[in-house]
């Protein structure tokens, strides 16, 4: 039978008590300046994820009988897309 190893925690290398204890003071509020318009207009603004779909796809939902659905499903990965595709075909 193996033994089982024992669960050690990580330390996180800081003092968390001290942390949470502290308060902040007005004069560390200087290291933060005012967010002026200027400063906003000089910003760049990234956007990021996917791009839009020019036709985005919709979820749906259909009855198929068990054994067309385990046919698609054996067919391997992509079985929606290919699904979708000869949708897409037959449809005018």
Do not use: C
């Not at 669960?7 to 003071?25: E, F, L, N, P, Y």
């Not at 839009?52 to 068990?66: K, Y």
């Amino acid at each position: 039978m193996k033994e089982s190893k024992r669960v050690t925690r990580r330390k996180s290398g800081s003092d968390m008590a001290k942390v949470d204890a502290h308060v902040i003071q007005p004069h560390e509020y200087n290291e933060l300046p005012e967010i002026t318009d200027k400063m906003i207009a000089r910003g760049l603004f990234k956007v990021v994820g996917r791009p839009v779909a020019a036709d985005p796809r919709r979820q749906v939902t259909i009855r198929l009988t068990a054994s067309k659905l385990a046919r698609w499903k054996s067919s391997g990965r992509g079985w929606q897309t290919r699904m979708a595709a000869l949708i897409e075909r037959r449809t005018p």
